[in-house]
């Protein structure tokens, strides 16, 4: 059946790879599907003893904090989530002193102590501290990274890690918004920027442990960024929406260096994983997959109809056409592919 869409016209319909997943979420593989009612009730009890949340995130206390950072317990403090900036510490959180090359947490932590936080997560404990604190022994940005890896490894639920060089918040937002229509959905994903390491942390550092979804933006301007991310989020769904010239500056090598830096969240994944590849972008087709991974090759043509209206704006002219939708789909699995056309 031939569906009219109605959408303004970009270059790469970053939403094309969205239509793609969410024709795949839902529906996965036969041999999954099978078994998923049986485990649902077991996983949803796992995900209710796997964490407490409190209105900053996932509860910690100082015993759980240092287990994870490989830190030590200087003093005890009471239960509470983790926040990395004093402006927006709610009473009985954790303040984590971030330290990076333009900046030093531990500055700030009396202004923690101000608004009341349960203790500090740093490298140097203030003399005669009166709040819980747990020492780092190196560096608060992989105690962070630490801190989400470890709620990453506790969750049951779908991990959806988004990348390319363009589209990225559009085709994680139309991805969220269309799982959130199938029943006993529920999405946690990323909000605003928070897509390099130390926003996909402090992403999951922040989920509902009911989430059904997760959907994370992985963002990066260097190589090496994207299998940080990637072994932080580990997701189960990899999505590598396109390759363009982006943060050129760090890729002497071109475009050919670009592909490869977005390709290692393909490189990564693990046996079971799905990675959905677009079709219409030749660098994106040509990456390694390693075997026993899950592939969705996908491939959009769109005739315009006709012209549905021209409206002038400060930009230019915004033209808005009406287009006839016919999207292709190709789920391979262990060598075995099924082609389908939905028109």
């Keep these: ?62 015993v ?53 936080c349960a203790g500090v997560v740093g490298l140097t404990v203030p003399q005669d501290w009166p709040r819980g604190f747990v020492q780092v022994k190196r ?16 969750y049951q639920g779908t991990v959806v890690g988004i990348t390319g060089s363009a589209g990225k918040t559009t085709a994680r937002a139309m991805t969220a918004l269309a799982l959130r229509t199938q029943d006993g959905f529920q999405v946690h994903e990323t909000k605003g920027n928070f897509n390099n390491h130390i926003g996909v942390p402090l992403t999951l550092l922040r989920m509902p442990c009911s989430s059904t ?52 969240l393909f490189a990564t994944a693990q046996a079971g994983d799905v990675c959905v590849v677009n079709a219409d972008d030749p660098l994106v087709m040509a990456l390694p997959v390693p075997s026993g991974v899950r592939m969705v090759n996908h491939q959009i043509f769109c005739n315009p109809q006709k012209l549905a209206g021209i409206l002038p704006t400060s930009q230019g002219l915004h033209v808005k056409l ?6 292709s789909y190709n789920i391979s699995e262990f060598g075995h592919s099924t082609w389908s056309i939905l028109e």
């Design 213 to 264: 979804a997760c959907i994370l933006e992985l963002g990066m301007n260097h190589a090496g960024e994207i299998s940080e991310l990637a072994e932080i989020a580990k997701p189960n769904v990899r999505m590598i929406l396109n390759i363009g010239p982006a943060h050129m500056e760090n890729f002497p090598g071109g475009l050919m260096a670009v592909a490869a830096a977005k390709g290692e």
């Design 322 to 327: 009406c287009l006839l939708l016919s999207l």
């Design 64 to 116: 759980a904090i240092a287990e994870a950072v490989g830190g030590e317990v200087i003093k005890e403090g009471a239960s509470g989530s983790i926040c990395t900036d004093t402006r927006s510490l709610l009473p009985n959180q954790w303040f984590l002193a971030l330290v990076g090359p333009r900046f030093d947490g531990h500055e700030f932590l009396q202004a923690a102590l101000a608004r009341g």
């Design 1 to 62: 059946m031939w569906s009219h869409l109605a959408t303004s016209f970009f270059t790469r319909a970053p939403w094309k790879t969205s239509i793609a997943l969410v024709n795949y979420i839902p529906t996965l593989p036969v041999k999954l599907a099978a078994t998923r009612m049986q485990q649902e009730a077991e996983r949803d009890s796992k995900r209710r003893r796997s964490w407490e949340n409190d209105e900053g995130g996932v509860v910690w206390d100082s």
């Design 139 to 154: 560096d608060t940005v992989k105690a962070l990274q630490d801190l989400g890896s470890s709620v990453r490894s506790r």
